[in-house]
């Protein structure tokens, strides 16, 4: 499984741009997963020669196959008892080239002791047959072709490559992370693998300068260079917390993608401004365009939105009165993490947030979370970002809610970047009803009103 | 009736300066905006330094000076504070309205906003070169359908085979139940029903096979509990015998609970199979009930050659 793909808006812009090149051969740098190759294939099929480069085990091994160069991997003896079984699929180019790329899904659990990885080691062996036949099939049928493939460090590779020809290179943005991905084909077989240096900042600056000194060429940078901003082709942002992608070209068509959320109205009316609570809260899962909008409406536009898990509007005797959200557990397995809870704003209720907190702590939405993710869940926990010490949402009077620990933004952590304070609170899961929730909350904050002037 | 304007009076809006952190925004607005809507704003907002259409605010004695509610432009003025700006334009009413007219007002500068021709919207869009500007205009080319289409060659490996089994429980509800069994009849995948009774049992078993076998996943946890009780397939006798050694029913239960195992030797099963064809060779039993033979057979161990078959629901 091959992760860090480039997004289909940039492959568009890749496809636009190469439409404008002249007639010749074309370079890509760091071709990872072959991305910009197949592009590149769906505009002109293999009238025009393209050369890759990488040095990871997986994209040499896809590079030679796709410039029908010899695959020499060969699994390592010590790997013999557990991989052993594999050697049938290792004979034919494509029937490695297919255990290779499957590789990339299950070498990682090999040694692995525990039911899960044992468990999931026992299928893939199973359906072996299945998989590698469908994934062979595909590679035999892949039309794509290289013209040819570099295997070394892409600054020895752009040293090679002709000074007029159109490059296109969307260089790793997390060396390691991309290193990390394919190490377990590297530690089960044996492969020639290519040198090549670190890439450092001064590494980074080098290629930059390397692709800019041609009449055509691509860069796709995940960062913003201002020495650039007249090669500016376009920017690239599919989700508010995805990181924005700089396209920097020689030439040719602008583009930008900015992320859009999906919307969806919720039909229930909300609470008035100066309406009572009544007696009966419910809980409404939301869709996720439904949570994205009440979001929209009532949260602090300082959030970024992200995709919860399970996301219910609270409402009492049938009014929208606010809504919250929750993640999957992040470090205890028992704990879901609160992503978001807020309240309909133009309320009488002062400390109607407490009362979301509340609903969200509640038996029934134990119930929904856990139906969420099948397994049993006791706790919440959450971070709220603020400049006083103490927050006044979590801080007191909701029974069992405790901070556990507060950290003051600093030049090493700045939280949010906004707030001095980043306080972790948490309580329990369960422990009272939505009915008992509502009238706990009425004796003990359901009277503190909002003045005039607040509302 | 043709005219359905309301018959009100004229008003005189005039352009004042205002701090944009002292006026009150509505306490109800229908009108949000996306984060990345409301980045943008601000964004545009800092660029300019300035707002670039007016806020319509009311006073009228209502509201004090500078503190005046701000019927249309309220993310706008926050965005003005946002982008730290300390005065802003704004359209002053200061004729009394009745609240019908400051609701009207409110709503049609949100509602009364006209269309777009797509087509032409492109085109306009399209003439700007520059990212920034595009980005500017609060559009992008995606939205618009400018980028071009790539089906590039698809390029991935085949992944496990699996299936999914819902849990479901449910209250004793005859009907829903009948209908979560054909839901699942007709589904590839599985439905569970179990008694909603079961469900915090359920949870905790799975709790307490997580924390034994260090395991996250759910299946491989159901895995584990189902593997318990495969090893301990007698325990099920429970199910059919009362504590004093009584059938609790005349429904049929799979022999591996009798034996505790699903299997047993090959050599064993021979001499069984051959006992079962002779005594239907005798018409000692029906074809097809080689239980009956054991069944005799035990009964006779256990109470001599005066033994009385075992009735079954079949045969009263």
Partial sequence: MFHGSIPAPLRSIIYEHAGAWPEGDIYVGCSGNFTIERVLHARFGNSRPVHGNDIQAYSCALGWFLAGDPLPYVLRPEYEDELGWLQPYTEDRADLMATLMLGTRFLQWVGKDGAYFQRMMQATQDQWPRMHDKTATKLRGLETRLGSFFAGDVRDYLDQVPPDDPVVMFPPFYAKDYQSQFASIGAAFDWPEPSFDELTEDGKERIIEQVQDRPNWVLGLHIERPDLRHRLAGVVQTANRGLPIYVYAASGPRRIVRPRQPVEPIRMPKIGQDEALGDRMSLHVLTGGQFAAVRSQFMSKSIKPGSPLIACGVAVDGKLIGAFAYLPPKFDPNTAYLMSDFPVSWTKYRRLAKLIVMAASTKEAQLLVQRSLSKRITGWATTAFTDRPNSAKYGRGIPGVKLQKRTEASAKDPGDGIHRYQLQYGGPLGAYTLAEALDLWKRKHGSDMKKEDER | ?316
């Fill in chain 2, 1 to 316: 009736m043709t005219d359905t304007t309301p018959h009100a009076r004229p008003i005189r809006p005039r352009l004042v300066r205002r701090d944009p952190r002292l006026l009150t925004p509505l306490p109800m607005n229908a009108r949000y905006m996306r984060k990345e809507e409301w980045d943008r704003l601000v964004a545009n907002v800092k660029a300019d330094g300035c707002l670039t259409s007016v806020p319509l605010i009311y006073g009228a004695g209502e509201y004090e000076e500078g503190r005046e509610l701000i019927l249309s432009g309220n993310h706008r003025t926050g965005a003005a504070v946002e982008a730290g700006l300390d005065e802003i334009d704004c359209m002053l009413i200061d004729d009394k309205q009745q609240k019908d007219e400051l609701i009207a007002r409110q709503l049609s500068h949100n509602s009364i906003a006209g269309q777009d021709d797509a087509a032409t919207l492109k085109q306009l869009y399209d003439q700007i070169e520059d990212v920034d500007w595009r980005a500017y205009s609060g559009l992008d080319d995606e939205t618009l359908n400018l980028l071009a289409e790539v089906s590039p060659e698809g390029l991935s490996e085949a992944n496990l085979d699996f299936a999914t089994v819902s849990l479901i429980f449910l209250p004793p509800e005859l009907e829903a139940a009948r209908e979560a069994f054909e839901q699942a009849r007709i589904g590839q995948n599985a439905s569970w029903l179990a008694a909603r009774a079961d469900y915090e049992q359920t949870l905790d078993t799975l709790a307490s096979t997580h924390a034994a076998h260090k395991v996250g996943n759910v299946a491989t946890a159901l895995h584990a509990i189902l593997t318990i009780v495969e090893n301990h397939l007698e325990d099920l006798q429970a199910g059919y015998t009362s504590p004093d050694g009584e059938p609790l029913h005349r429904g049929r239960v799979g022999l591996e609970t009798v034996f505790g195992d699903r299997t047993l030797p090959a050599p064993a099963a021979v001499t069984i199979n051959k006992a079962i064809a002779a005594a239907v060779g005798r018409s000692e039993i029906e074809q097809g009930e080689g239980w009956r033979l054991l069944d005799r057979l035990c009964g006779e161990y256990l109470s001599g050659p005066n033994y009385t078959a075992t009735p079954t629901d079949d045969q009263p």
